[in-house]
């Protein structure tokens, strides 16, 4: 058994979810994380909304979006990439 | 092998969203790896695992062999849900939040090397926050005093407080 204590913080909470979500981090991991979802509210809101994220946008392709909503996307993150937004 | 679960409101996994029937028996998806397989507490795992709602329930659940024993839980490939332990509910959550914090102030008092901003800290979680939070901040509080072991032997404190308030064999 490792010896590593069951400490995880919203941080650390924040850096696994994607891999929690897709179901690719290891047992101890995914019982750490759950432990701190027992008691950590804001984590379960964090969570529920990762999860609305996924919901909504895994439909989402390339084709689905049309041109003009494609380049304002792109437009925002450009400027978010430049320190704009 | 007898163990023990909590669960949402209504018998529902809190993280499965699996609402579970009474003494029926329910099984892992077909070829299902030990990662599914459906987990549930020794008395030593219950601590880690108290929820924050004030809904939640705790069940006596059987497990079918083969058993496999993880850090923090057991898992199995099929379980049922006996009965559930009538004695877990809000008034024990008051009264183990209140233990958390007094059992925090006695280790902060009895602290020496640590910053007490730091151990104040821990007593004002476990103060302010649910049970289980409490249970959290009280274990890191005897991790920071004293180490590795003195967590561990604070949450195994938790576990017999837990077993013998709830009667649980």
């Given at each position: 058994?490792?010896?590593?204590?069951?400490?995880?913080?919203?941080?650390?909470?924040?850096?696994?979810?994607?891999?929690?979500?897709?179901g690719k981090l290891s047992h101890d991991d995914r019982s750490r994380l759950e432990q701190h979802l027992c008691f950590c509210d804001s984590c379960v809101k964090y969570l529920e909304q990762m999860r609305q994220v996924l919901r909504a946008t895994g439909r989402l392709t390339e084709e689905s979006i049309t041109p003009e909503a494609q380049e304002k996307l792109l437009d925002v993150f450009r400027k978010w990439k430049a320190g704009g937004a | 092998m007898i163990a023990w679960k909590f669960l949402e409101a209504g018998r529902v996994g809190p993280f499965s969203g699996f609402r579970w029937p009474v003494d029926e028996w329910v099984s892992a998806p077909e070829g299902a790896g030990e990662d599914r397989w459906i987990h549930a507490c020794?008395?030593?795992?219950?601590?880690?695992?108290?929820?924050?709602?004030?809904?939640?329930?705790?069940?006596?659940?059987?497990?079918?062999?083969?058993?496999?024993?993880?850090?923090?839980?057991?898992?199995?490939?099929?379980?049922?849900?006996?009965?559930?332990?009538?004695?877990?509910?809000?008034?024990?959550?008051?009264?183990?939040?209140?233990?958390?914090?007094?059992?925090?102030?006695?280790?902060?008092?009895?602290?020496?090397?640590?910053?007490?901003?730091?151990?104040?800290?821990?007593?004002?979680?476990?103060?302010?926050?649910?049970?289980?939070?409490g249970m959290f901040a009280l274990a890191q509080l005897a991790r920071t005093i004293g180490g590795d072991a003195a967590g561990d032997a604070e949450r195994a404190r938790q576990a017999r407080w837990l077993a013998e308030r709830l009667e649980l064999e």
């Open positions: 058994m490792t010896s590593a204590p069951p400490h995880l913080t919203c941080q650390h909470l924040v850096e696994l979810v994607t891999e929690y979500l897709e | 020794r008395p030593s795992d219950l601590p880690y695992w108290v929820p924050a709602s004030p809904t939640a329930e705790l069940w006596r659940v059987e497990l079918d062999a083969p058993v496999v024993a993880h850090r923090w839980q057991v898992a199995s490939p099929r379980a049922r849900l006996l009965e559930p332990v009538v004695a877990w509910g809000p008034a024990v959550e008051r009264e183990l939040r209140r233990e958390c914090s007094a059992q925090a102030r006695r280790l902060a008092a009895g602290a020496s090397g640590v910053e007490p901003a730091v151990t104040a800290q821990y007593v004002q979680t476990a103060d302010t926050w649910n049970a289980g939070c």
